[in-house]
């Protein structure tokens, strides 16, 4: 019986262990989870959605404190146009965060950043350029392309003297998808290292519409490979969402994937960036607690406890101190359905809105409980402890069991 670990991912001359730890939003995948899967030998994942944030919590800076202030005026303006991003804080803000990961990385695995193109950051080509660059410059082992079509992003890196050294793969849910990020990086004459399969069970957002039940992971992987195989190209497939045993993982490399990028399990780990009361609620959560639904001001479908405290909250957007979902006109769905709100009820008091979340502060303040399918089976990987909470996992013990299980069994801790 066939175990992960009798396979490995192939990039060029070096090997892996074909686990990888998908990206996750705000610092939830923090470096010391990806640097865990590193040292292992498999690839991590950090994310640079609010990298200021991330980078102040971290490494004392005063970037969010710093934005706040000097947009302070435009606070009760409902017009945030205004509210740019400072490019060349947004390049220190990236190079601190990667390069202190990248200098911490031990063992023969990578460490990726995960770059979602919906941050649209009120500028959308010139951060999300900025944001590539600068991970490069930081020496980052590769870049993952998330959460849009990303049709100019390998452009905007084509200058950079790693653009062909660094790895470099992009995120999609349908065949169609990948067909257009092809078409229209031909010209680059650069094919992308990885392509990772995201299939509907996963957690975060969505790349499909609310009929994602519709769909079916093996079935897009399978679409996928015979895509590739009759355009001659060999480029490695990575099948995402809702793999939760090492078993499910080998169903799926004996299929034709070349690895298997996997999140929700670790959202339990210690080097899980959640608050440890919040991985208690992952670990409780049945599965009927778990909804997928329209609220994030990104347009996508998003999966997440019924339970989070971000869904009908009415707080103020923040965009002066945060803004990432700004659309480039100052725009964000949440500012809409807010002011909604405050047409209703002009004292401004108990405000509730449903529609639409401020995904900015709530991501950041680990109020959206996203998280995958499977989250219900959290409990089954753990112990319940006498005083009613359940043990969480270090991400190697969590790692070697998906590397080294047979027969769907999940290995309980010590
Ligand atoms: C808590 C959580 C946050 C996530 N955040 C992101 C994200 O910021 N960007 C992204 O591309 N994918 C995100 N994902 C998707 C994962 O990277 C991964 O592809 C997917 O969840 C794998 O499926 P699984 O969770 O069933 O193992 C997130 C997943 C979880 C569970």
């Not at 990086?185 to 499909?208: C, K, M, N, Q, S």
């Not at 993982?249 to 959202?267: D, H, I, K």
Request: charged share 20%; proline share 3%.
């Amino acid at each position: 019986m066939k175990r992960v670990d009798d396979f490995r991912l192939k990039f060029g001359q070096k090997e892996l262990v074909p686990i990888i730890i998908g990206g996750m939003g705000v610092d939830i995948s923090t470096a010391e989870l990806a640097l865990e899967a590193a040292r292992l030998g498999g690839i991590g994942h950090i994310s640079d959605a609010l990298v200021h944030d991330v980078s102040d919590r971290r490494f004392d800076t005063e970037f969010v404190k710093g934005k706040t202030k000097f947009y302070k005026s435009n606070i009760s303006n409902s017009d945030k146009s205004s509210v740019q991003f400072d490019l060349g804080e947004l390049a220190e803000a990236t190079r601190l965060h990667v390069g202190k990961t990248m200098e911490a990385k031990r063992g023969d695995g990578m460490v990726f950043v995960n770059v979602m193109e919906k941050l649209t950051m009120n500028s959308p080509r010139d951060t999300l350029q900025v944001r590539l660059n600068s991970a490069l410059d930081a020496g980052i082992d590769g870049i993952t392309l998330s959460a849009g079509l990303h049709l100019g992003s390998f452009g905007l890196m084509a200058e950079h003297p790693r653009f062909r050294d660094a790895k470099m793969g992009i995120i999609v849910s349908s065949v169609r998808a990948l067909q257009l990020f092809l078409r229209k990086t031909a010209r680059l004459g650069r094919l992308p290292d990885y392509v990772i399969v995201e299939g509907p069970l996963a957690g975060g957002h969505l790349g499909f519409g609310m009929d994602w039940e519709k769909y079916d992971l093996a079935t897009i992987v399978a679409e996928i490979a015979a895509f590739l195989k009759t355009e001659q190209l060999d480029i490695p497939l990575i099948a995402a969402g809702g793999i939760f045993t090492g078993s499910d993982a080998v169903g799926f490399l004996e299929n034709g994937a070349a690895a298997v990028q996997v999140a929700t399990r670790f959202t339990v780990s210690n080097e899980c960036g959640l608050p440890a009361k919040d991985k208690q609620e992952y670990f409780r959560a049945s599965e009927a607690d778990i909804t997928v639904n329209t609220i994030s001001p990104t347009g996508y479908p998003m999966r997440m406890l019924k339970n989070s405290p971000a869904i009908g909250s009415g707080i103020r957007p923040n965009c002066e101190s945060y803004g990432y979902l700004l659309d480039g006109n100052g725009n964000c769905a949440y500012i809409t359905a807010y002011n909604e709100q405050i047409a209703l009820h002009p004292d401004g008091k108990n405000i509730s809105v449903m529609d639409k979340t401020c995904l900015c502060t709530h991501m950041r303040n680990y109020n959206v409980w996203t998280c995958g399918s499977s989250t219900y089976r959290l409990k089954d990987t753990s112990r319940l402890q006498p005083d009613g909470t359940y043990l969480a996992l270090s991400a190697e013990h969590i790692f070697r069991d998906y590397q080294f299980s047979v027969d769907h069994q999940v290995m309980l801790p010590a």
